[in-house]
């Protein structure tokens, strides 16, 4: 289980940027007056490597951004990335419609009364369920409303929510203006490498900023004793594999941004800005590393590891690529998976 064990303020590790997001954790009770100087966009699809420096996860809303009630105060007004949401009490039927978010409210101690799922996919991810397996019958409840790329707002409106949670990869304008219509809503960025700016935005949407600041200290703690346990020269490799794509993960990315909260070094082939980058069968060797921890849609990775040079990878050979859950790795960027992702490649390299 990747619970959030209460844990004191972590200590400055000598190889992560860990000032610079304690800095953005403890702006979350005033993410009104968050920066925006290390907010960066982020891009989901595939991308060729490129020269720009990749920008780390931001890790403060940018201006203007959030709230400024303290945690817990309402009525409050909100401030998201399409407008702004005045919620007159704390929301208690809660529907989210984004990947991540699910995560998140699970996070902080809210179940929705529903969701909306990805293709071919439960609307409780089984990474969620083991981690709030103290919660089964309220997780079972949980409602679908259609897919995240076209919610139902029909069975939306009827179950009559105080709060719709969205983001902003969902572009739209007919759902958003269906959804507004039904009751606030607040949109978050969306995109993995954004992950920790949403989930400050989605604390103050629900009004526990002081739970989400206990949830990523613990967090920055449990990376930071991560990357303090491998050696700095070790690296760390990822790739997904989804229908006929095969993809290796760089450093703006959901575990990428991970990393660098670590401080664990990646390959030369995955220091490239964007989320992804499409490799053929003949380029599997760009996937090489010291470790490499590889998800699979679907689970099955009979495919994957059938490739012609997939034995030829040096932490295949050294027994070191561990598959890994694909939703909390690669689809579902949200607290409780950074959490289970840090634990995950701690118990392999331990």
Known sequence: MYSFEKISSASMSRRTLGGAFLGGVASLALTA?????????????????????????????????????????????????????KLDKK?????VIATGQLDDVLALGVVPVAATTAKDADVVP????????????ELDAIKTVGKRTAPDTE???????????????????????????????VVTEGT????????QLVAAAIGDTDRAQQAMGDYQKAAQELGDSVE????????????????????????????????????ETQQFAKTSQDISSEQLDQANGDWLFYGVQGG???????????????????KK????????????????????????????VK
């Open 91 to 95: 929301p208690e039927k809660i529907v």
């Open 155 to 185: 069975a939306i409106a009827n179950l009559q929510p105080d709060l719709i949670l969205l983001n902003n990869t969902q572009d739209d304008e007919s759902i958003y203006e269906s959804l507004s219509a039904i009751a606030p809503i």
């Open 33 to 85: 007056c968050g920066s925006s100087t290390d907010s960066a966009s982020s891009n989901n699809s595939s991308s060729t490597a490129e020269n720009t420096p990749a920008a780390p996860a931001p890790s403060a809303l940018p201006d203007g951004m959030g709230t400024t009630a303290a945690s817990g105060e309402f009525p409050r007004t909100v401030k998201h990335f399409r407008g702004e949401a």
């Open 126 to 137: 089984q990474y969620l369920r083991d981690a709030y397996s103290n919660q089964v019958k």
């Open 192 to 199: 993995g490498v954004n992950w920790k700016q949403d989930f």
């Open 300 to 318: 099955d990775a009979s495919t994957l590891t059938g490739e012609a040079l997939w034995e030829t990878l040096a932490p295949v050979a050294d």
């Open 232 to 267: 700095d020269s070790t690296t760390f490799s990822f790739l997904r594999q989804s229908a006929d794509r095969i993809r290796i993960w760089g450093i703006s990315s959901f575990v990428g941004s991970i990393c660098e909260d670590a401080g664990l070094a990646r390959p």
């Open 321 to 348: 690529a561990i598959q890994v859950d694909d939703e909390m790795f690669y689809i579902n960027a949200g607290i409780t998976a950074a959490r289970g992702v840090v634990n995950t490649i701690k118990d392999a």
